[in-house]
């Protein structure tokens, strides 16, 4: 063997081993990615390259240097790679949530088969608890699933098909937030359900009557442990990068917990509550980061200043903020000093309800005036409509 059949040869096996180390990668990837959520972009032709390079170095098999092509397995994603380019073009200007269930009732205009208002309205339900729907560009989220069935009726009643979200998530294992997961899961065979770490523990609220057990259906994260994932890390949800959740990560939570009388099982002893269970979702939008966080027990401060510290960025501009805020058994001096954090912290839209209280939202309506929305069921905001 010559000494340029050599090096033809050396390349030609370079080449192959390139080739096939780039579609192991990926498929690797492809799997780690399904399981994690996350994305990686991989593009298609990078085996194909090395393939092709090892016919082209060879000229008498140049010819045929397109086999090299159909070698390489991220080939064969492309239709799929081209029908999601589609489905995103086709909803990128899509930010919407909507409100399923809450303490307060609603209504909503009645719209025939072709979406047009008959100029009829239907009352929609409230109960204590939470529940929204998110549809973020080409994909569509569950957010918490109420304590019941209502958030289930009344989707049907405003013509949201819930079997085919493509998330749901948690933000707290807390009863009137989770027990609607039984419907959930029942009517919805493919969503994964993204829970905060140790959601699956025992939680309890002190009552004038004693101790109560305020956690979800005992056995419900035993029966669907297959459609559950636990998370204990900053993550991004397998809809797009600007999809996120992070769990908190203030020191000395526990403190809230004794003070708020929520606790924790541990073993044979009752600690206070860490909210290691609750995580924040970011919903990124042309304005700025949309927080939700349903009842925000680590309270508004912190979990402003979490969602910052995950951007590396301490004065990172927050556009809007939705959910609870826990304050309906908190003195008028917490109110307002709540009222204050939103205020310094310069968001520009607040929507909230639930765990607030009727008392503390009269409070902040009048410090905040009107950045300041209640939740109630049957709520839509449209996130590109508003300030357009």
């Not at 209504?107 to 009352?123: H, Y």
């Not at 204990?232 to 009388?261: C, M, N, Q, V, Y």
């Not at 008028?332 to 912290?345: G, P, R, Y």
């Amino acid at each position: 063997m010559t000494y340029w059949q050599k090096v033809r040869a050396l390349f030609l096996g370079v080449c192959i081993i390139m080739g096939f180390a780039h579609d192991f990668y990926n498929i690797g990837v492809y799997f780690q990615n399904k399981k994690r959520g996350t994305h990686t972009s991989a593009i298609p032709f990078f085996g194909a390259f090395w393939f092709a390079g090892a016919f082209l170095f060879f000229p008498q098999t140049r010819p045929f240097f397109w086999i090299g092509f159909l070698l390489d397995v991220t080939v064969y994603s492309l239709p799929q790679i081209i029908i999601d380019a589609i489905k995103a073009r086709k909803h990128k200007s899509r930010f919407r949530i909507v409100v399923l269930s809450e303490n307060s009732e609603g209504s909503v205009a009645v719209k025939d088969d072709a979406g047009n208002e008959t100029g009829e309205s239907v009352t929609l339900p409230g109960e204590h608890g939470l529940s929204l729907y998110v549809e973020y560009g080409q994909y569509t989220m569950l957010v918490d699933a109420g304590q019941s069935d209502l958030f289930y009726e009344n989707a049907k009643k405003m013509g949201i098909d819930l079997s085919k979200a493509d998330v749901a998530v948690l933000s707290h294992a807390h009863y009137d937030h989770a027990d609607g997961f039984d419907k959930f899961f029942e009517i919805n065979k493919k969503a994964k359900l993204y829970v905060g770490k140790d959601a699956d523990a025992r939680y309890y609220s002190v009552h004038e009557d004693g101790l109560k057990y305020i956690g979800p259906r005992k056995g419900i994260f035993e029966e669907y442990a297959k459609r559950l994932q636990y998370m204990d890390e900053d993550f991004k949800l397998p809809l797009s990068w600007s999809t996120i959740l992070i769990p908190h990560t203030t020191e000395g939570l526990s403190a809230i917990g004794e003070r708020t009388k929520l606790f924790r099982e541990e073993g044979d002893e009752m600690v206070p509550d860490d909210f290691r269970h609750e995580q924040t979702l970011i919903l990124e939008s042309k304005h700025g980061p949309v927080i939700v966080s349903s009842c925000s027990h680590a309270g508004v401060a912190n979990i402003i200043r979490e969602v910052r510290e995950y951007y590396c960025d301490e004065k990172k501009e927050i556009y809007a903020f939705i959910g609870g805020f826990h304050l309906h058994k908190s003195s008028d001096d917490d109110i307002l000093t709540c009222a204050s954090e939103l205020k310094e912290a310069g968001i520009k839209h607040i929507y909230t309800g639930h765990c607030t209280g009727d008392h503390a939202f009269d409070i902040l309506k009048e410090q905040l005036g009107d950045r300041v929305e209640k939740l109630h069921s049957g709520m839509e905001i449209d996130f590109f409509k508003i300030d357009d």
